[in-house]
């Protein structure tokens, strides 16, 4: 704060960046409250630089969140290591006007996160800088202390990665919430061929249960396992769950009440009009962020 009450310059620039900078740090870790800890630090470094000498803030600030993220995202790889059952990320409820930005709606959804855990640290921050966030390569090379022609090698390389795990379409919003509609209307009704008709023949289901909450420990491949996994399961449950549409990750989601309370968030990844996979966050300490809407952009503010 200055003197006369006003913020300060450093201030009000982290500020105007502050989601941008967030969503950065998310799609590089895939875990919010990591995130929210990478702009805690960028903060504290950011107040001590000499603005004057500062060419270009974004890019400068971009810059402090992208070394934070991948000193974190190193420590996360040790940490999933020891992580009990399948890992998926952290979802966060979004407003409906992401979904109109289609890139970013498809980076933040769970079936991308799960391709881009599968790149290096150094991978993943170049494609999501480069792919997610259109900067240049020199840019990138000031970020992850590589030269701009190693930065092209990387980024071709991911995308070659990326492009080979990717869904192969992006299914439209229509196409995700008829297919959870029909999730609900099995689950309710015990329909197990409603349920096999949306499901793709190699679809896999996968439980985060974080060793907390009670969940598959291992992915289930196949429709007819899948099908039977949801319709055994929470239609024993009967009128004690509910299920609410939000979008979560800039995508058509399902949260699920028991007794009134969440219980869980159900995705979708959906190709050719089919089911391929569905992932379920039961972990309580990953679900702190679909109480209220998590602002995410690719620009300022």
């Not at 001590?48 to 995202?73: C, E, K």
């Not at 996360?76 to 890992?87: C, D, I, Q």
């Not at 689950?187 to 909450?213: E, F, M, Y």
């Not at 024993?236 to 009440?257: K, Q, T």
Request: glycine letters at 8%; aromatic letters at 6%; zero cysteines.
């Amino acid at each position: 704060m200055s003197e006369d009450g006003r913020p300060g310059r450093a201030t009000e620039a982290f500020v105007a960046h502050r989601n941008l900078l967030f969503t950065v740090a998310y799609e590089m870790l895939g875990s919010a409250a990591d995130a929210e800890d990478v702009l805690q630090e960028t903060w504290l470094r950011w107040t001590g630089v000499d603005l004057d000498a500062v060419r270009d803030q974004r890019a400068y600030l971009v810059r402090i969140t992208t070394r934070q993220a991948l000193d974190r995202l190193r420590t996360l790889s040790r940490r999933k290591e020891s992580y009990v059952g399948p890992w998926l990320p952290e979802p966060l409820l979004t407003s409906p006007d992401v979904a109109e930005d289609v890139e970013l709606a498809d980076s933040l959804s769970t079936a991308m996160l799960l391709v881009l855990e599968t790149l290096a640290p150094t991978e993943r921050a170049v494609f999501v800088l480069r792919e997610v966030f259109a900067l240049d390569y020199d840019e990138i090379a000031d970020a992850v202390d590589k030269s701009p022609a190693a930065v092209r090698q990387i980024a071709h390389r991911a995308r070659a990665h990326v492009a080979a795990r990717r869904p192969r379409d992006v299914a439209s919003p229509a196409d995700t919430r008829a297919a959870l509609d029909a999730f609900q209307r099995a689950i309710r009704t015990g329909d197990l061929q409603g349920l096999l008709d949306v499901l793709a023949p190699d679809v896999v289901a996968l439980s985060d249960g974080g060793g907390v909450k009670k969940a598959v420990p291992r992915p289930v491949a196949g429709a007819d396992k899948v099908a039977r996994l949801l319709t055994g399961g929470w239609h024993r449950v009967g009128p004690r769950m509910s299920f609410e549409p939000v979008e979560v990750n800039g995508r058509p989601a399902l949260v699920m009440r028991l007794d009134g309370e969440v219980d869980g968030i159900m995705t979708v990844r959906v190709d050719g009009g089919l089911v391929t996979g569905l992932y379920f966050m039961r972990n309580p300490e990953k679900l702190s962020h679909v109480a209220r809407e998590t602002a995410v952009t690719r620009g300022a503010g």
